[in-house]
C-alpha cells in the first residue's frame, strides 16, 4: 500500500500560507474591492498604511484616474493618530476643491480602528461625507 501524501506537510504548509499578515490583508482587501468601486460622481477613497506613513487617494474607477492625493509625510504634528485626523482633514480640502461631496471609503484591508479610524474622522470632520 502507497501512502499518497503525507498529512503532516500538507498541514504545516497550509499554515504557514493562512497566518501571513500581507496574505490576510490582501484577502480582506480582495473581499471589499468587491463590493467597493468608485464612480465620477462618488470617488473611491483609498488608503494604504505602511510602516511609516499613511497614503491616501480619491480614484475614479470608471476612468482609472487619480483625482487626489496626499499622505502622513506632509504632517508636523507629533504622533500618528494627530498625523492621520491632519491627513484626513487635507484630503477633504483636496476633495473640496475638486468639487467632491460625498465617495465610498475603501480601507484596504486594514482594520478600521487606530490611525485608520482617526483618518476617515478627520475627512468627515473636514466635509466629506461617507
Known amino acids: 500500500m502507497t501512502k499518497l501524501f503525507d498529512v503532516r506537510k500538507v498541514r504545516k504548509h497550509h499554515s504557514i500560507m493562512a497566518t501571513s499578515k500581507v496574505t490576510k490583508r490582501q484577502s480582506r482587501h480582495n473581499r471589499i474591492r468587491a463590493k467597493v ?35 502622513t509625510r506632509q504632517s508636523k504634528a507629533k504622533t500618528q493618530l494627530e498625523r492621520a485626523k491632519e491627513t484626513g482633514a487635507i484630503i477633504a480640502k ?37
Open 37 to 71: 468601486s468608485g464612480t465620477p460622481e462618488r470617488p473611491r477613497l483609498a488608503v494604504f498604511r505602511s510602516n511609516k506613513a499613511i497614503y491616501v487617494q480619491i480614484i475614479d474607477d470608471v476612468a482609472a484616474h487619480t483625482l487626489a492625493a496626499t499622505d
Open 94 to 130: 483636496l476633495a473640496k476643491d475638486k468639487g467632491i461631496e460625498s465617495v465610498v471609503f475603501d480601507r484596504g484591508g486594514f482594520l478600521y480602528a487606530g490611525s485608520i479610524k482617526a483618518l476617515a474622522e478627520g475627512a468627515r470632520e473636514g466635509g466629506l461625507t461617507f
